[in-house]
DNA sequence: ACTAATGCAACTGCAAAAGTTACGATTGAT
DNA sequence: ATCAATCGTAACTTTTGCAGTTGCATTAGT
């Protein structure tokens, strides 16, 4: 697995999901198809369950399935979901303050970029889960 | 430094540049002002002087300076210049292409991260270097 | 010549995330 | 009651990207 793995193994397993809302799903089968680990998908899905988007249940017949509509569900709810914070963020700046300026422009750099994370929230928040499912899908038959 | 630095440090550069668009700077100088090494400097503002938006000199009196006014130069410029790509691609799906429904569905997630990446660099534009500058800035008097 | 700067390559160190192993807890089947 | 399947979680190892560092060649002004 590469970079941004998560957000990447969330929107797959929840565009399989949609196909069949009501298909359980065992974490070894959904690793087995993202090629990854079962630990990794527990970890992940994890995430997702706490955020209300998943149920999980333990035992014999157990595994994972949308904890609501799969139109109900964007991916801004997914990006926050895993709190990956794409864009936000710079440095401590605790040893930056000796210089006049880099008080305010560090704040400013931070507003801005702040700023930019909540405007591609509000994007991501425009595409539903429905939306990432295509629409020539010989796997589930939708 | 921490996550997100180069970004960081780019646009603090610039933004401190902005300010005093004749004075050139060495790699030291500004490694002081961030609070990092000269060498780092060096690396992130050698992408963006490939990109256009630096020039640099060597020899005595070299240095950095703006290759072109503050206000053409947007977030996107910058961002596109250190090629970070904080959205997109999924992974290489080479070993997923057993299961009947992987490819279209890689796919699709993978044009749904495209599209993430591409409307926050449409938004990324409409920021200038320019408006990152604090307007009360008592060290370059402006 | 000397000095001050970039350019670049090679290496180290570190931190975050993936991957792995192991085991307890829970649930359903027999 | 036992067994097998599954999640939950903790601990560990491996991988990877990046900052940081060192060293040196090159360039340019004095």
Redesign the interface.
């Known amino acids: 697995?590469?970079?941004?793995?998560r957000?990447?193994l969330a929107?797959?397993t929840l565009?399989?999901m949609a196909?069949e809302p009501g298909r359980v799903r065992t974490s070894v089968d959904i690793a087995d198809?993202?090629?990854t680990n079962p630990v990794v998908v527990r970890r992940v899905l994890g995430k997702l369950r706490e955020a209300g988007l998943l149920l999980s249940e333990k035992g014999h017949a157990g595994g994972w399935q949308l904890a609501k509509a799969a139109d109900s569900i964007t991916?801004a709810d997914v990006y926050l979901a895993l709190d990956e914070r794409?864009?936000?963020?710079?440095?401590?700046n605790a040893?930056?303050s000796n210089?006049?300026?880099?008080t305010?422009?560090?704040s400013?750099?931070a507003e801005?970029?702040e700023d930019?994370e909540a405007?591609?929230v509000e994007?991501?928040r425009e595409?539903k889960i429905t939306?990432?499912?295509?629409s020539?899908?010989?796997?589930?038959g939708s």
Chains 1, 2 share one sequence.
């Open positions: 697995m590469k970079r941004n793995s957000l990447s929107l797959h565009s399989h196909g198809h993202a090629g991916l794409l864009v936000a963020r710079s440095r401590d040893e930056l210089c006049s300026v880099e305010g422009l560090q400013r750099v801005v970029l930019i405007s591609l994007r991501l595409t939306d990432v499912h295509p020539t899908c010989s796997y589930c």
